[in-house]
């Protein structure tokens, strides 16, 4: 099977967290799968990013190979870092035809701490016609920067990433997260209880 893994952070052992893409990429080319990373090149989260000259490189780290979109830098959780995420998706969805034909993926993983991965994974799924889409929550969002920073559910960052939870609760094939309450919010917004794995 072919897995597409969509981690905007997605990192390694050199490069510091987000370490679950790379470990479950591991696990999985042990069990004869083959797999294919696609994450920023910079990432607040790494102590090291990778050198990447162009958009879309390809790479081998420990003998999982990671494809790299060309972002910007930012600190903190600064406007500057929105914009990745725009930029990041924005590339994402443009190449999305181009993906789907060089790797030909049987499952599309949208992971991103951030909902809207959602839409380029949909597109290469549409594009495929046969790959199953997951969708993989780290954070609650919008829910997290509402409720634990205060921002307005009116504010356009918070009602962008309102579209791409309602968008993925929708049209996702499956759900999967770490958190078990997280079934009845997400039901609330969309999604069939029986998509849900926790």
Avoid at 86 to 112: R, W
Wanted: proline share 5%.
């Amino acid at each position: 099977m072919n897995i597409l893994y969509i981690d905007h952070y997605a990192g390694s052992l050199s490069m510091g967290m987000e370490f679950r893409p790379y470990y479950f990429a591991q696990e999985w080319q042990k069990l004869g799968h083959k797999v294919r990373i696609i994450g920023a090149s910079f990432s607040h989260l790494r102590k090291q990013n990778p050198q990447v000259s162009h958009d879309f490189e390809l790479q081998i780290i420990d003998g999982v190979e990671f494809q790299w979109i060309k972002t910007r830098t930012y600190k903190g959780n600064s406007v500057a870092r929105a914009i990745t995420m725009a930029e990041f998706c924005g590339k994402l969805y443009k190449e999305a035809n181009s993906i789907v034909q060089d790797f030909h993926p049987d499952t599309i993983i949208s992971s991103s701490t951030y909902p809207l991965d959602t839409f380029p994974a949909q597109r290469m799924k549409k594009i495929s016609q046969n790959a199953q889409l997951i969708h993989e929550i780290h954070d609650m969002w919008p829910l997290t920067p509402v409720e634990m920073y205060g921002m307005s559910p009116k504010h356009p960052f918070v009602m962008a990433m309102q579209w791409g939870e309602n968008s993925f609760c929708k049209h996702s094939d499956k759900v999967v997260s770490v958190l078990p309450d997280a079934c009845d919010y997400l039901v609330a917004h969309g999604m069939k209880r029986e998509k849900f794995y926790y």
